[in-house]
């Protein structure tokens, strides 16, 4: 595969002056796409738009890059009662700081894909979640919400077509896990964000018991392209198996950090060393975590031909996640590295699940531990262990986001961790 | 002697929009809280009870709620809670040294608030502000980026006049070489 970066030009937040405004954003394009979908005689049937995205093969952005048009037909016939759909701008996964490019360069893209989701699910209400730092995006946002009422995109009998759907900002207020779909379910609801159970699934029964869709902020913005273009010049975008355009956000030891829009399927390389201007100093890079902390860091000696792209990066041993790139230089010690990793989950744990609540606090408390020099060989296999034991047997996914990076770092940085343990010296009874 | 705290008339106007978005009453706890924040600086006890009274919920609800989010203030804390993240970005890129130059500055340890009431500083998680690390926020509002101890000086002397940081816009490196 051979993507021509260099003559990229971003596609999803295009370099317009002003495109957070509405009126740019119709200059350029914008609510084309809802136009055709609802009116003239291009108008499409709800079925028609979730075949049309289902097709284009959407990977969510949020993390899990699960097919969007798919998880969309999975909403059950409607029965005359509300039905929901939540957006998610939680973005609280170290290193992910892209859907506020979104918020405050391109607002109208996600909305109009929002509104666009909606009429394809037979959805009369949005929520948009997003984080409680996130105040000032959150400001733009509803500007940009209200904005889109006053020219009827929102609101009663949009573009006379019959078709009706409100949308408003939700402020969550410091939880990560509030992210997770069914835990924001639970915050939107005015609980405390604890996930639940599933199934039953958020289609069969999400908030307040009805039907309810949950996608990421980007994942939604990628509609209007998919509806102007059609799915197949979407999926000609980037890695075949895992198509179109994507924020990828740079941090950590490269000289030119930010967030850039490229094609999936970029060489991790070029993006570390082209994109990103490489490292400073010309240290060497010594680890790179893909897809924000829950996926498994990378050796830098071991990134030659991965690429951006939920196969690659599954054969390199690690997940696409939020495409949330951490580049970690030579001078960095993963020991304090995967217990910084660690003291996040053991935070964020909602405390629902024993191997979660307990897990995630002898991790950190292990690795603590061995960062002080008081580790013995013996505890190495106690984070195995502690690894072994949260994998797999929790409500949600963050007790195995928390377990993966340590048995990762472990599995490929091994030689740190020794370093600072003690021989274990057992006694002979 | 406890402090008496009430909603004026916007307030309840504003509660009632925020209840119209909803289908009971139940979601507006989150909203509101945020607006009794915004008002007194704080969601105390004597303030929970208020925004359960007003919701007419519970107050046991209402208490769950503000304790499982970390950005509701349970406690008073400074005029200024400077938010330092050292979640992995910022901790390679200098976080931690950011929070040793803020505590030896204001004499005080993250968790603490200055006896001026002046400051608090707390260590945080991540605040989705990766490339630029290391940084903070300062009480829930405005993010102050790509951190130096420069900047973290003048920071200081600013918030000490009462000047907030702007907030800062920052662009795609993709725009920047193309406008
Ligand atoms: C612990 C945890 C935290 C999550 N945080 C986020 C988040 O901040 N933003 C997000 O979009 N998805 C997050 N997700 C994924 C969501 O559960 C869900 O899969 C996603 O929002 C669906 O949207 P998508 O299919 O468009 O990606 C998280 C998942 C877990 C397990
Ligand atoms: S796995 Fe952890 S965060 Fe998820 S529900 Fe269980 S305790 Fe809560």
Known sequence: ?429 | MSKEYTFDKDDLKKIEEIKSRYPEVTPAVMPVLWLAQDKFGHVEPAVQKLVADTLGLPQAHVQGVASFYTQYYKKEKGKFVLDVCTSFSCQICGGYEILDHLENKLGIKAGETTEDGMFSIQSVECLGACGYAPMLQVTNDKYVNNLTTEKVDSLIENLKQGKMPEFESIPMPQHETES
């Open chain 1, 1 to 429: 595969m051979n993507i021509d970066w260099k003559n990229y030009k971003p596609i999803l937040i295009p370099a317009i002056k002003d495109l957070h405004k509405i009126d740019v954003y119709e200059k350029n394009g914008g609510y084309k796409a809802l136009k055709k979908v609802l009116s003239g005689k291009s108008k499409m049937t709800p079925e028609e738009v979730v075949n049309e995205v289902k097709d284009a093969n959407i990977r969510g952005r949020g993390g899990a890059g699960f097919n969007a048009g798919l998880k969309w037909s999975f909403m059950p016939k409607p029965d005359g009662g509300p039905r929901y759909l939540a957006c998610n701008g939680d973005e609280s996964e170290p290193g992910t700081f892209k859907d506020r490019k979104i918020f405050e360069y391109n607002p109208h893209s996600f909305i109009e894909g929002a509104i666009i989701a909606a009429y394809a699910m037979q959805i009369q209400t949005i929520y948009v979640y997003i984080r409680g730092e996130y105040r000032d995006f959150i400001d733009m946002m509803d500007v940009a919400i209200s904005d889109a009422y006053k020219k009827g995109y929102l609101g009663k009998d949009i573009l006379k077509s019959g078709f009706s759907v409100d949308m408003y900002t939700h402020m969550g207020a410091g939880a990560y896990i509030c992210g997770e779909e069914s835990s924001l379910m639970n915050s939107l609801e005015g609980k405390r964000g604890y996930p639940r159970v599933k199934p039953p699934f958020p289609a069969q029964k999400g908030l307040w018991g009805r039907p309810t869709t949950i996608n990421n902020i980007e994942t939604l913005a990628n509609v209007p392209l998919v509806i102007n273009n059609g799915a197949k010049w979407f999926k000609g975008i980037g890695a075949e198996t895992h198509p179109g355009p994507v924020l990828y956000g740079i941090s950590g030891h490269v000289n030119r950090p930010g967030v850039y829009e490229y094609p999936t399927g970029m060489l991790l390389t070029d993006l570390i060393n082209e994109v990103a201007g490489g490292v400073p100093g010309g240290k060497k890079v010594k680890a790179v975590v893909p897809g924000g902390s829950s996926t498994p860091p990378l050796r830098g000696d071991s990134l030659d031909g991965v690429r951006m792209d939920a196969d690659s990066l599954r054969e390199a041993g690690s997940m696409m996640g939020t495409a949330g790139i951490c580049v970690v230089d030579e001078t960095v010690d993963m020991v304090d590295f995967t217990w910084r990793i660690s003291g996040f989950y053991h935070h964020e744990s909602c405390g629902q699940c024993t191997p979660c609540r307990d897990g995630t606090g002898w991790l950190e408390k292990t690795l603590d531990k061995i960062r002080r020099g008081d580790g013995e060989m013996r505890d190495i296999d106690l984070l195995y262990e502690i690894c072994t034991k949260m994998e797999g047997r929790t409500i949600c996914a963050l007790a195995d986001a928390a377990a993966w990076p340590v048995r990762y770092a472990l599995d490929r940085f091994r030689e740190d961790f020794e370093a600072r343990c003690k021989k274990t010296v057992y006694a002979l009874a």
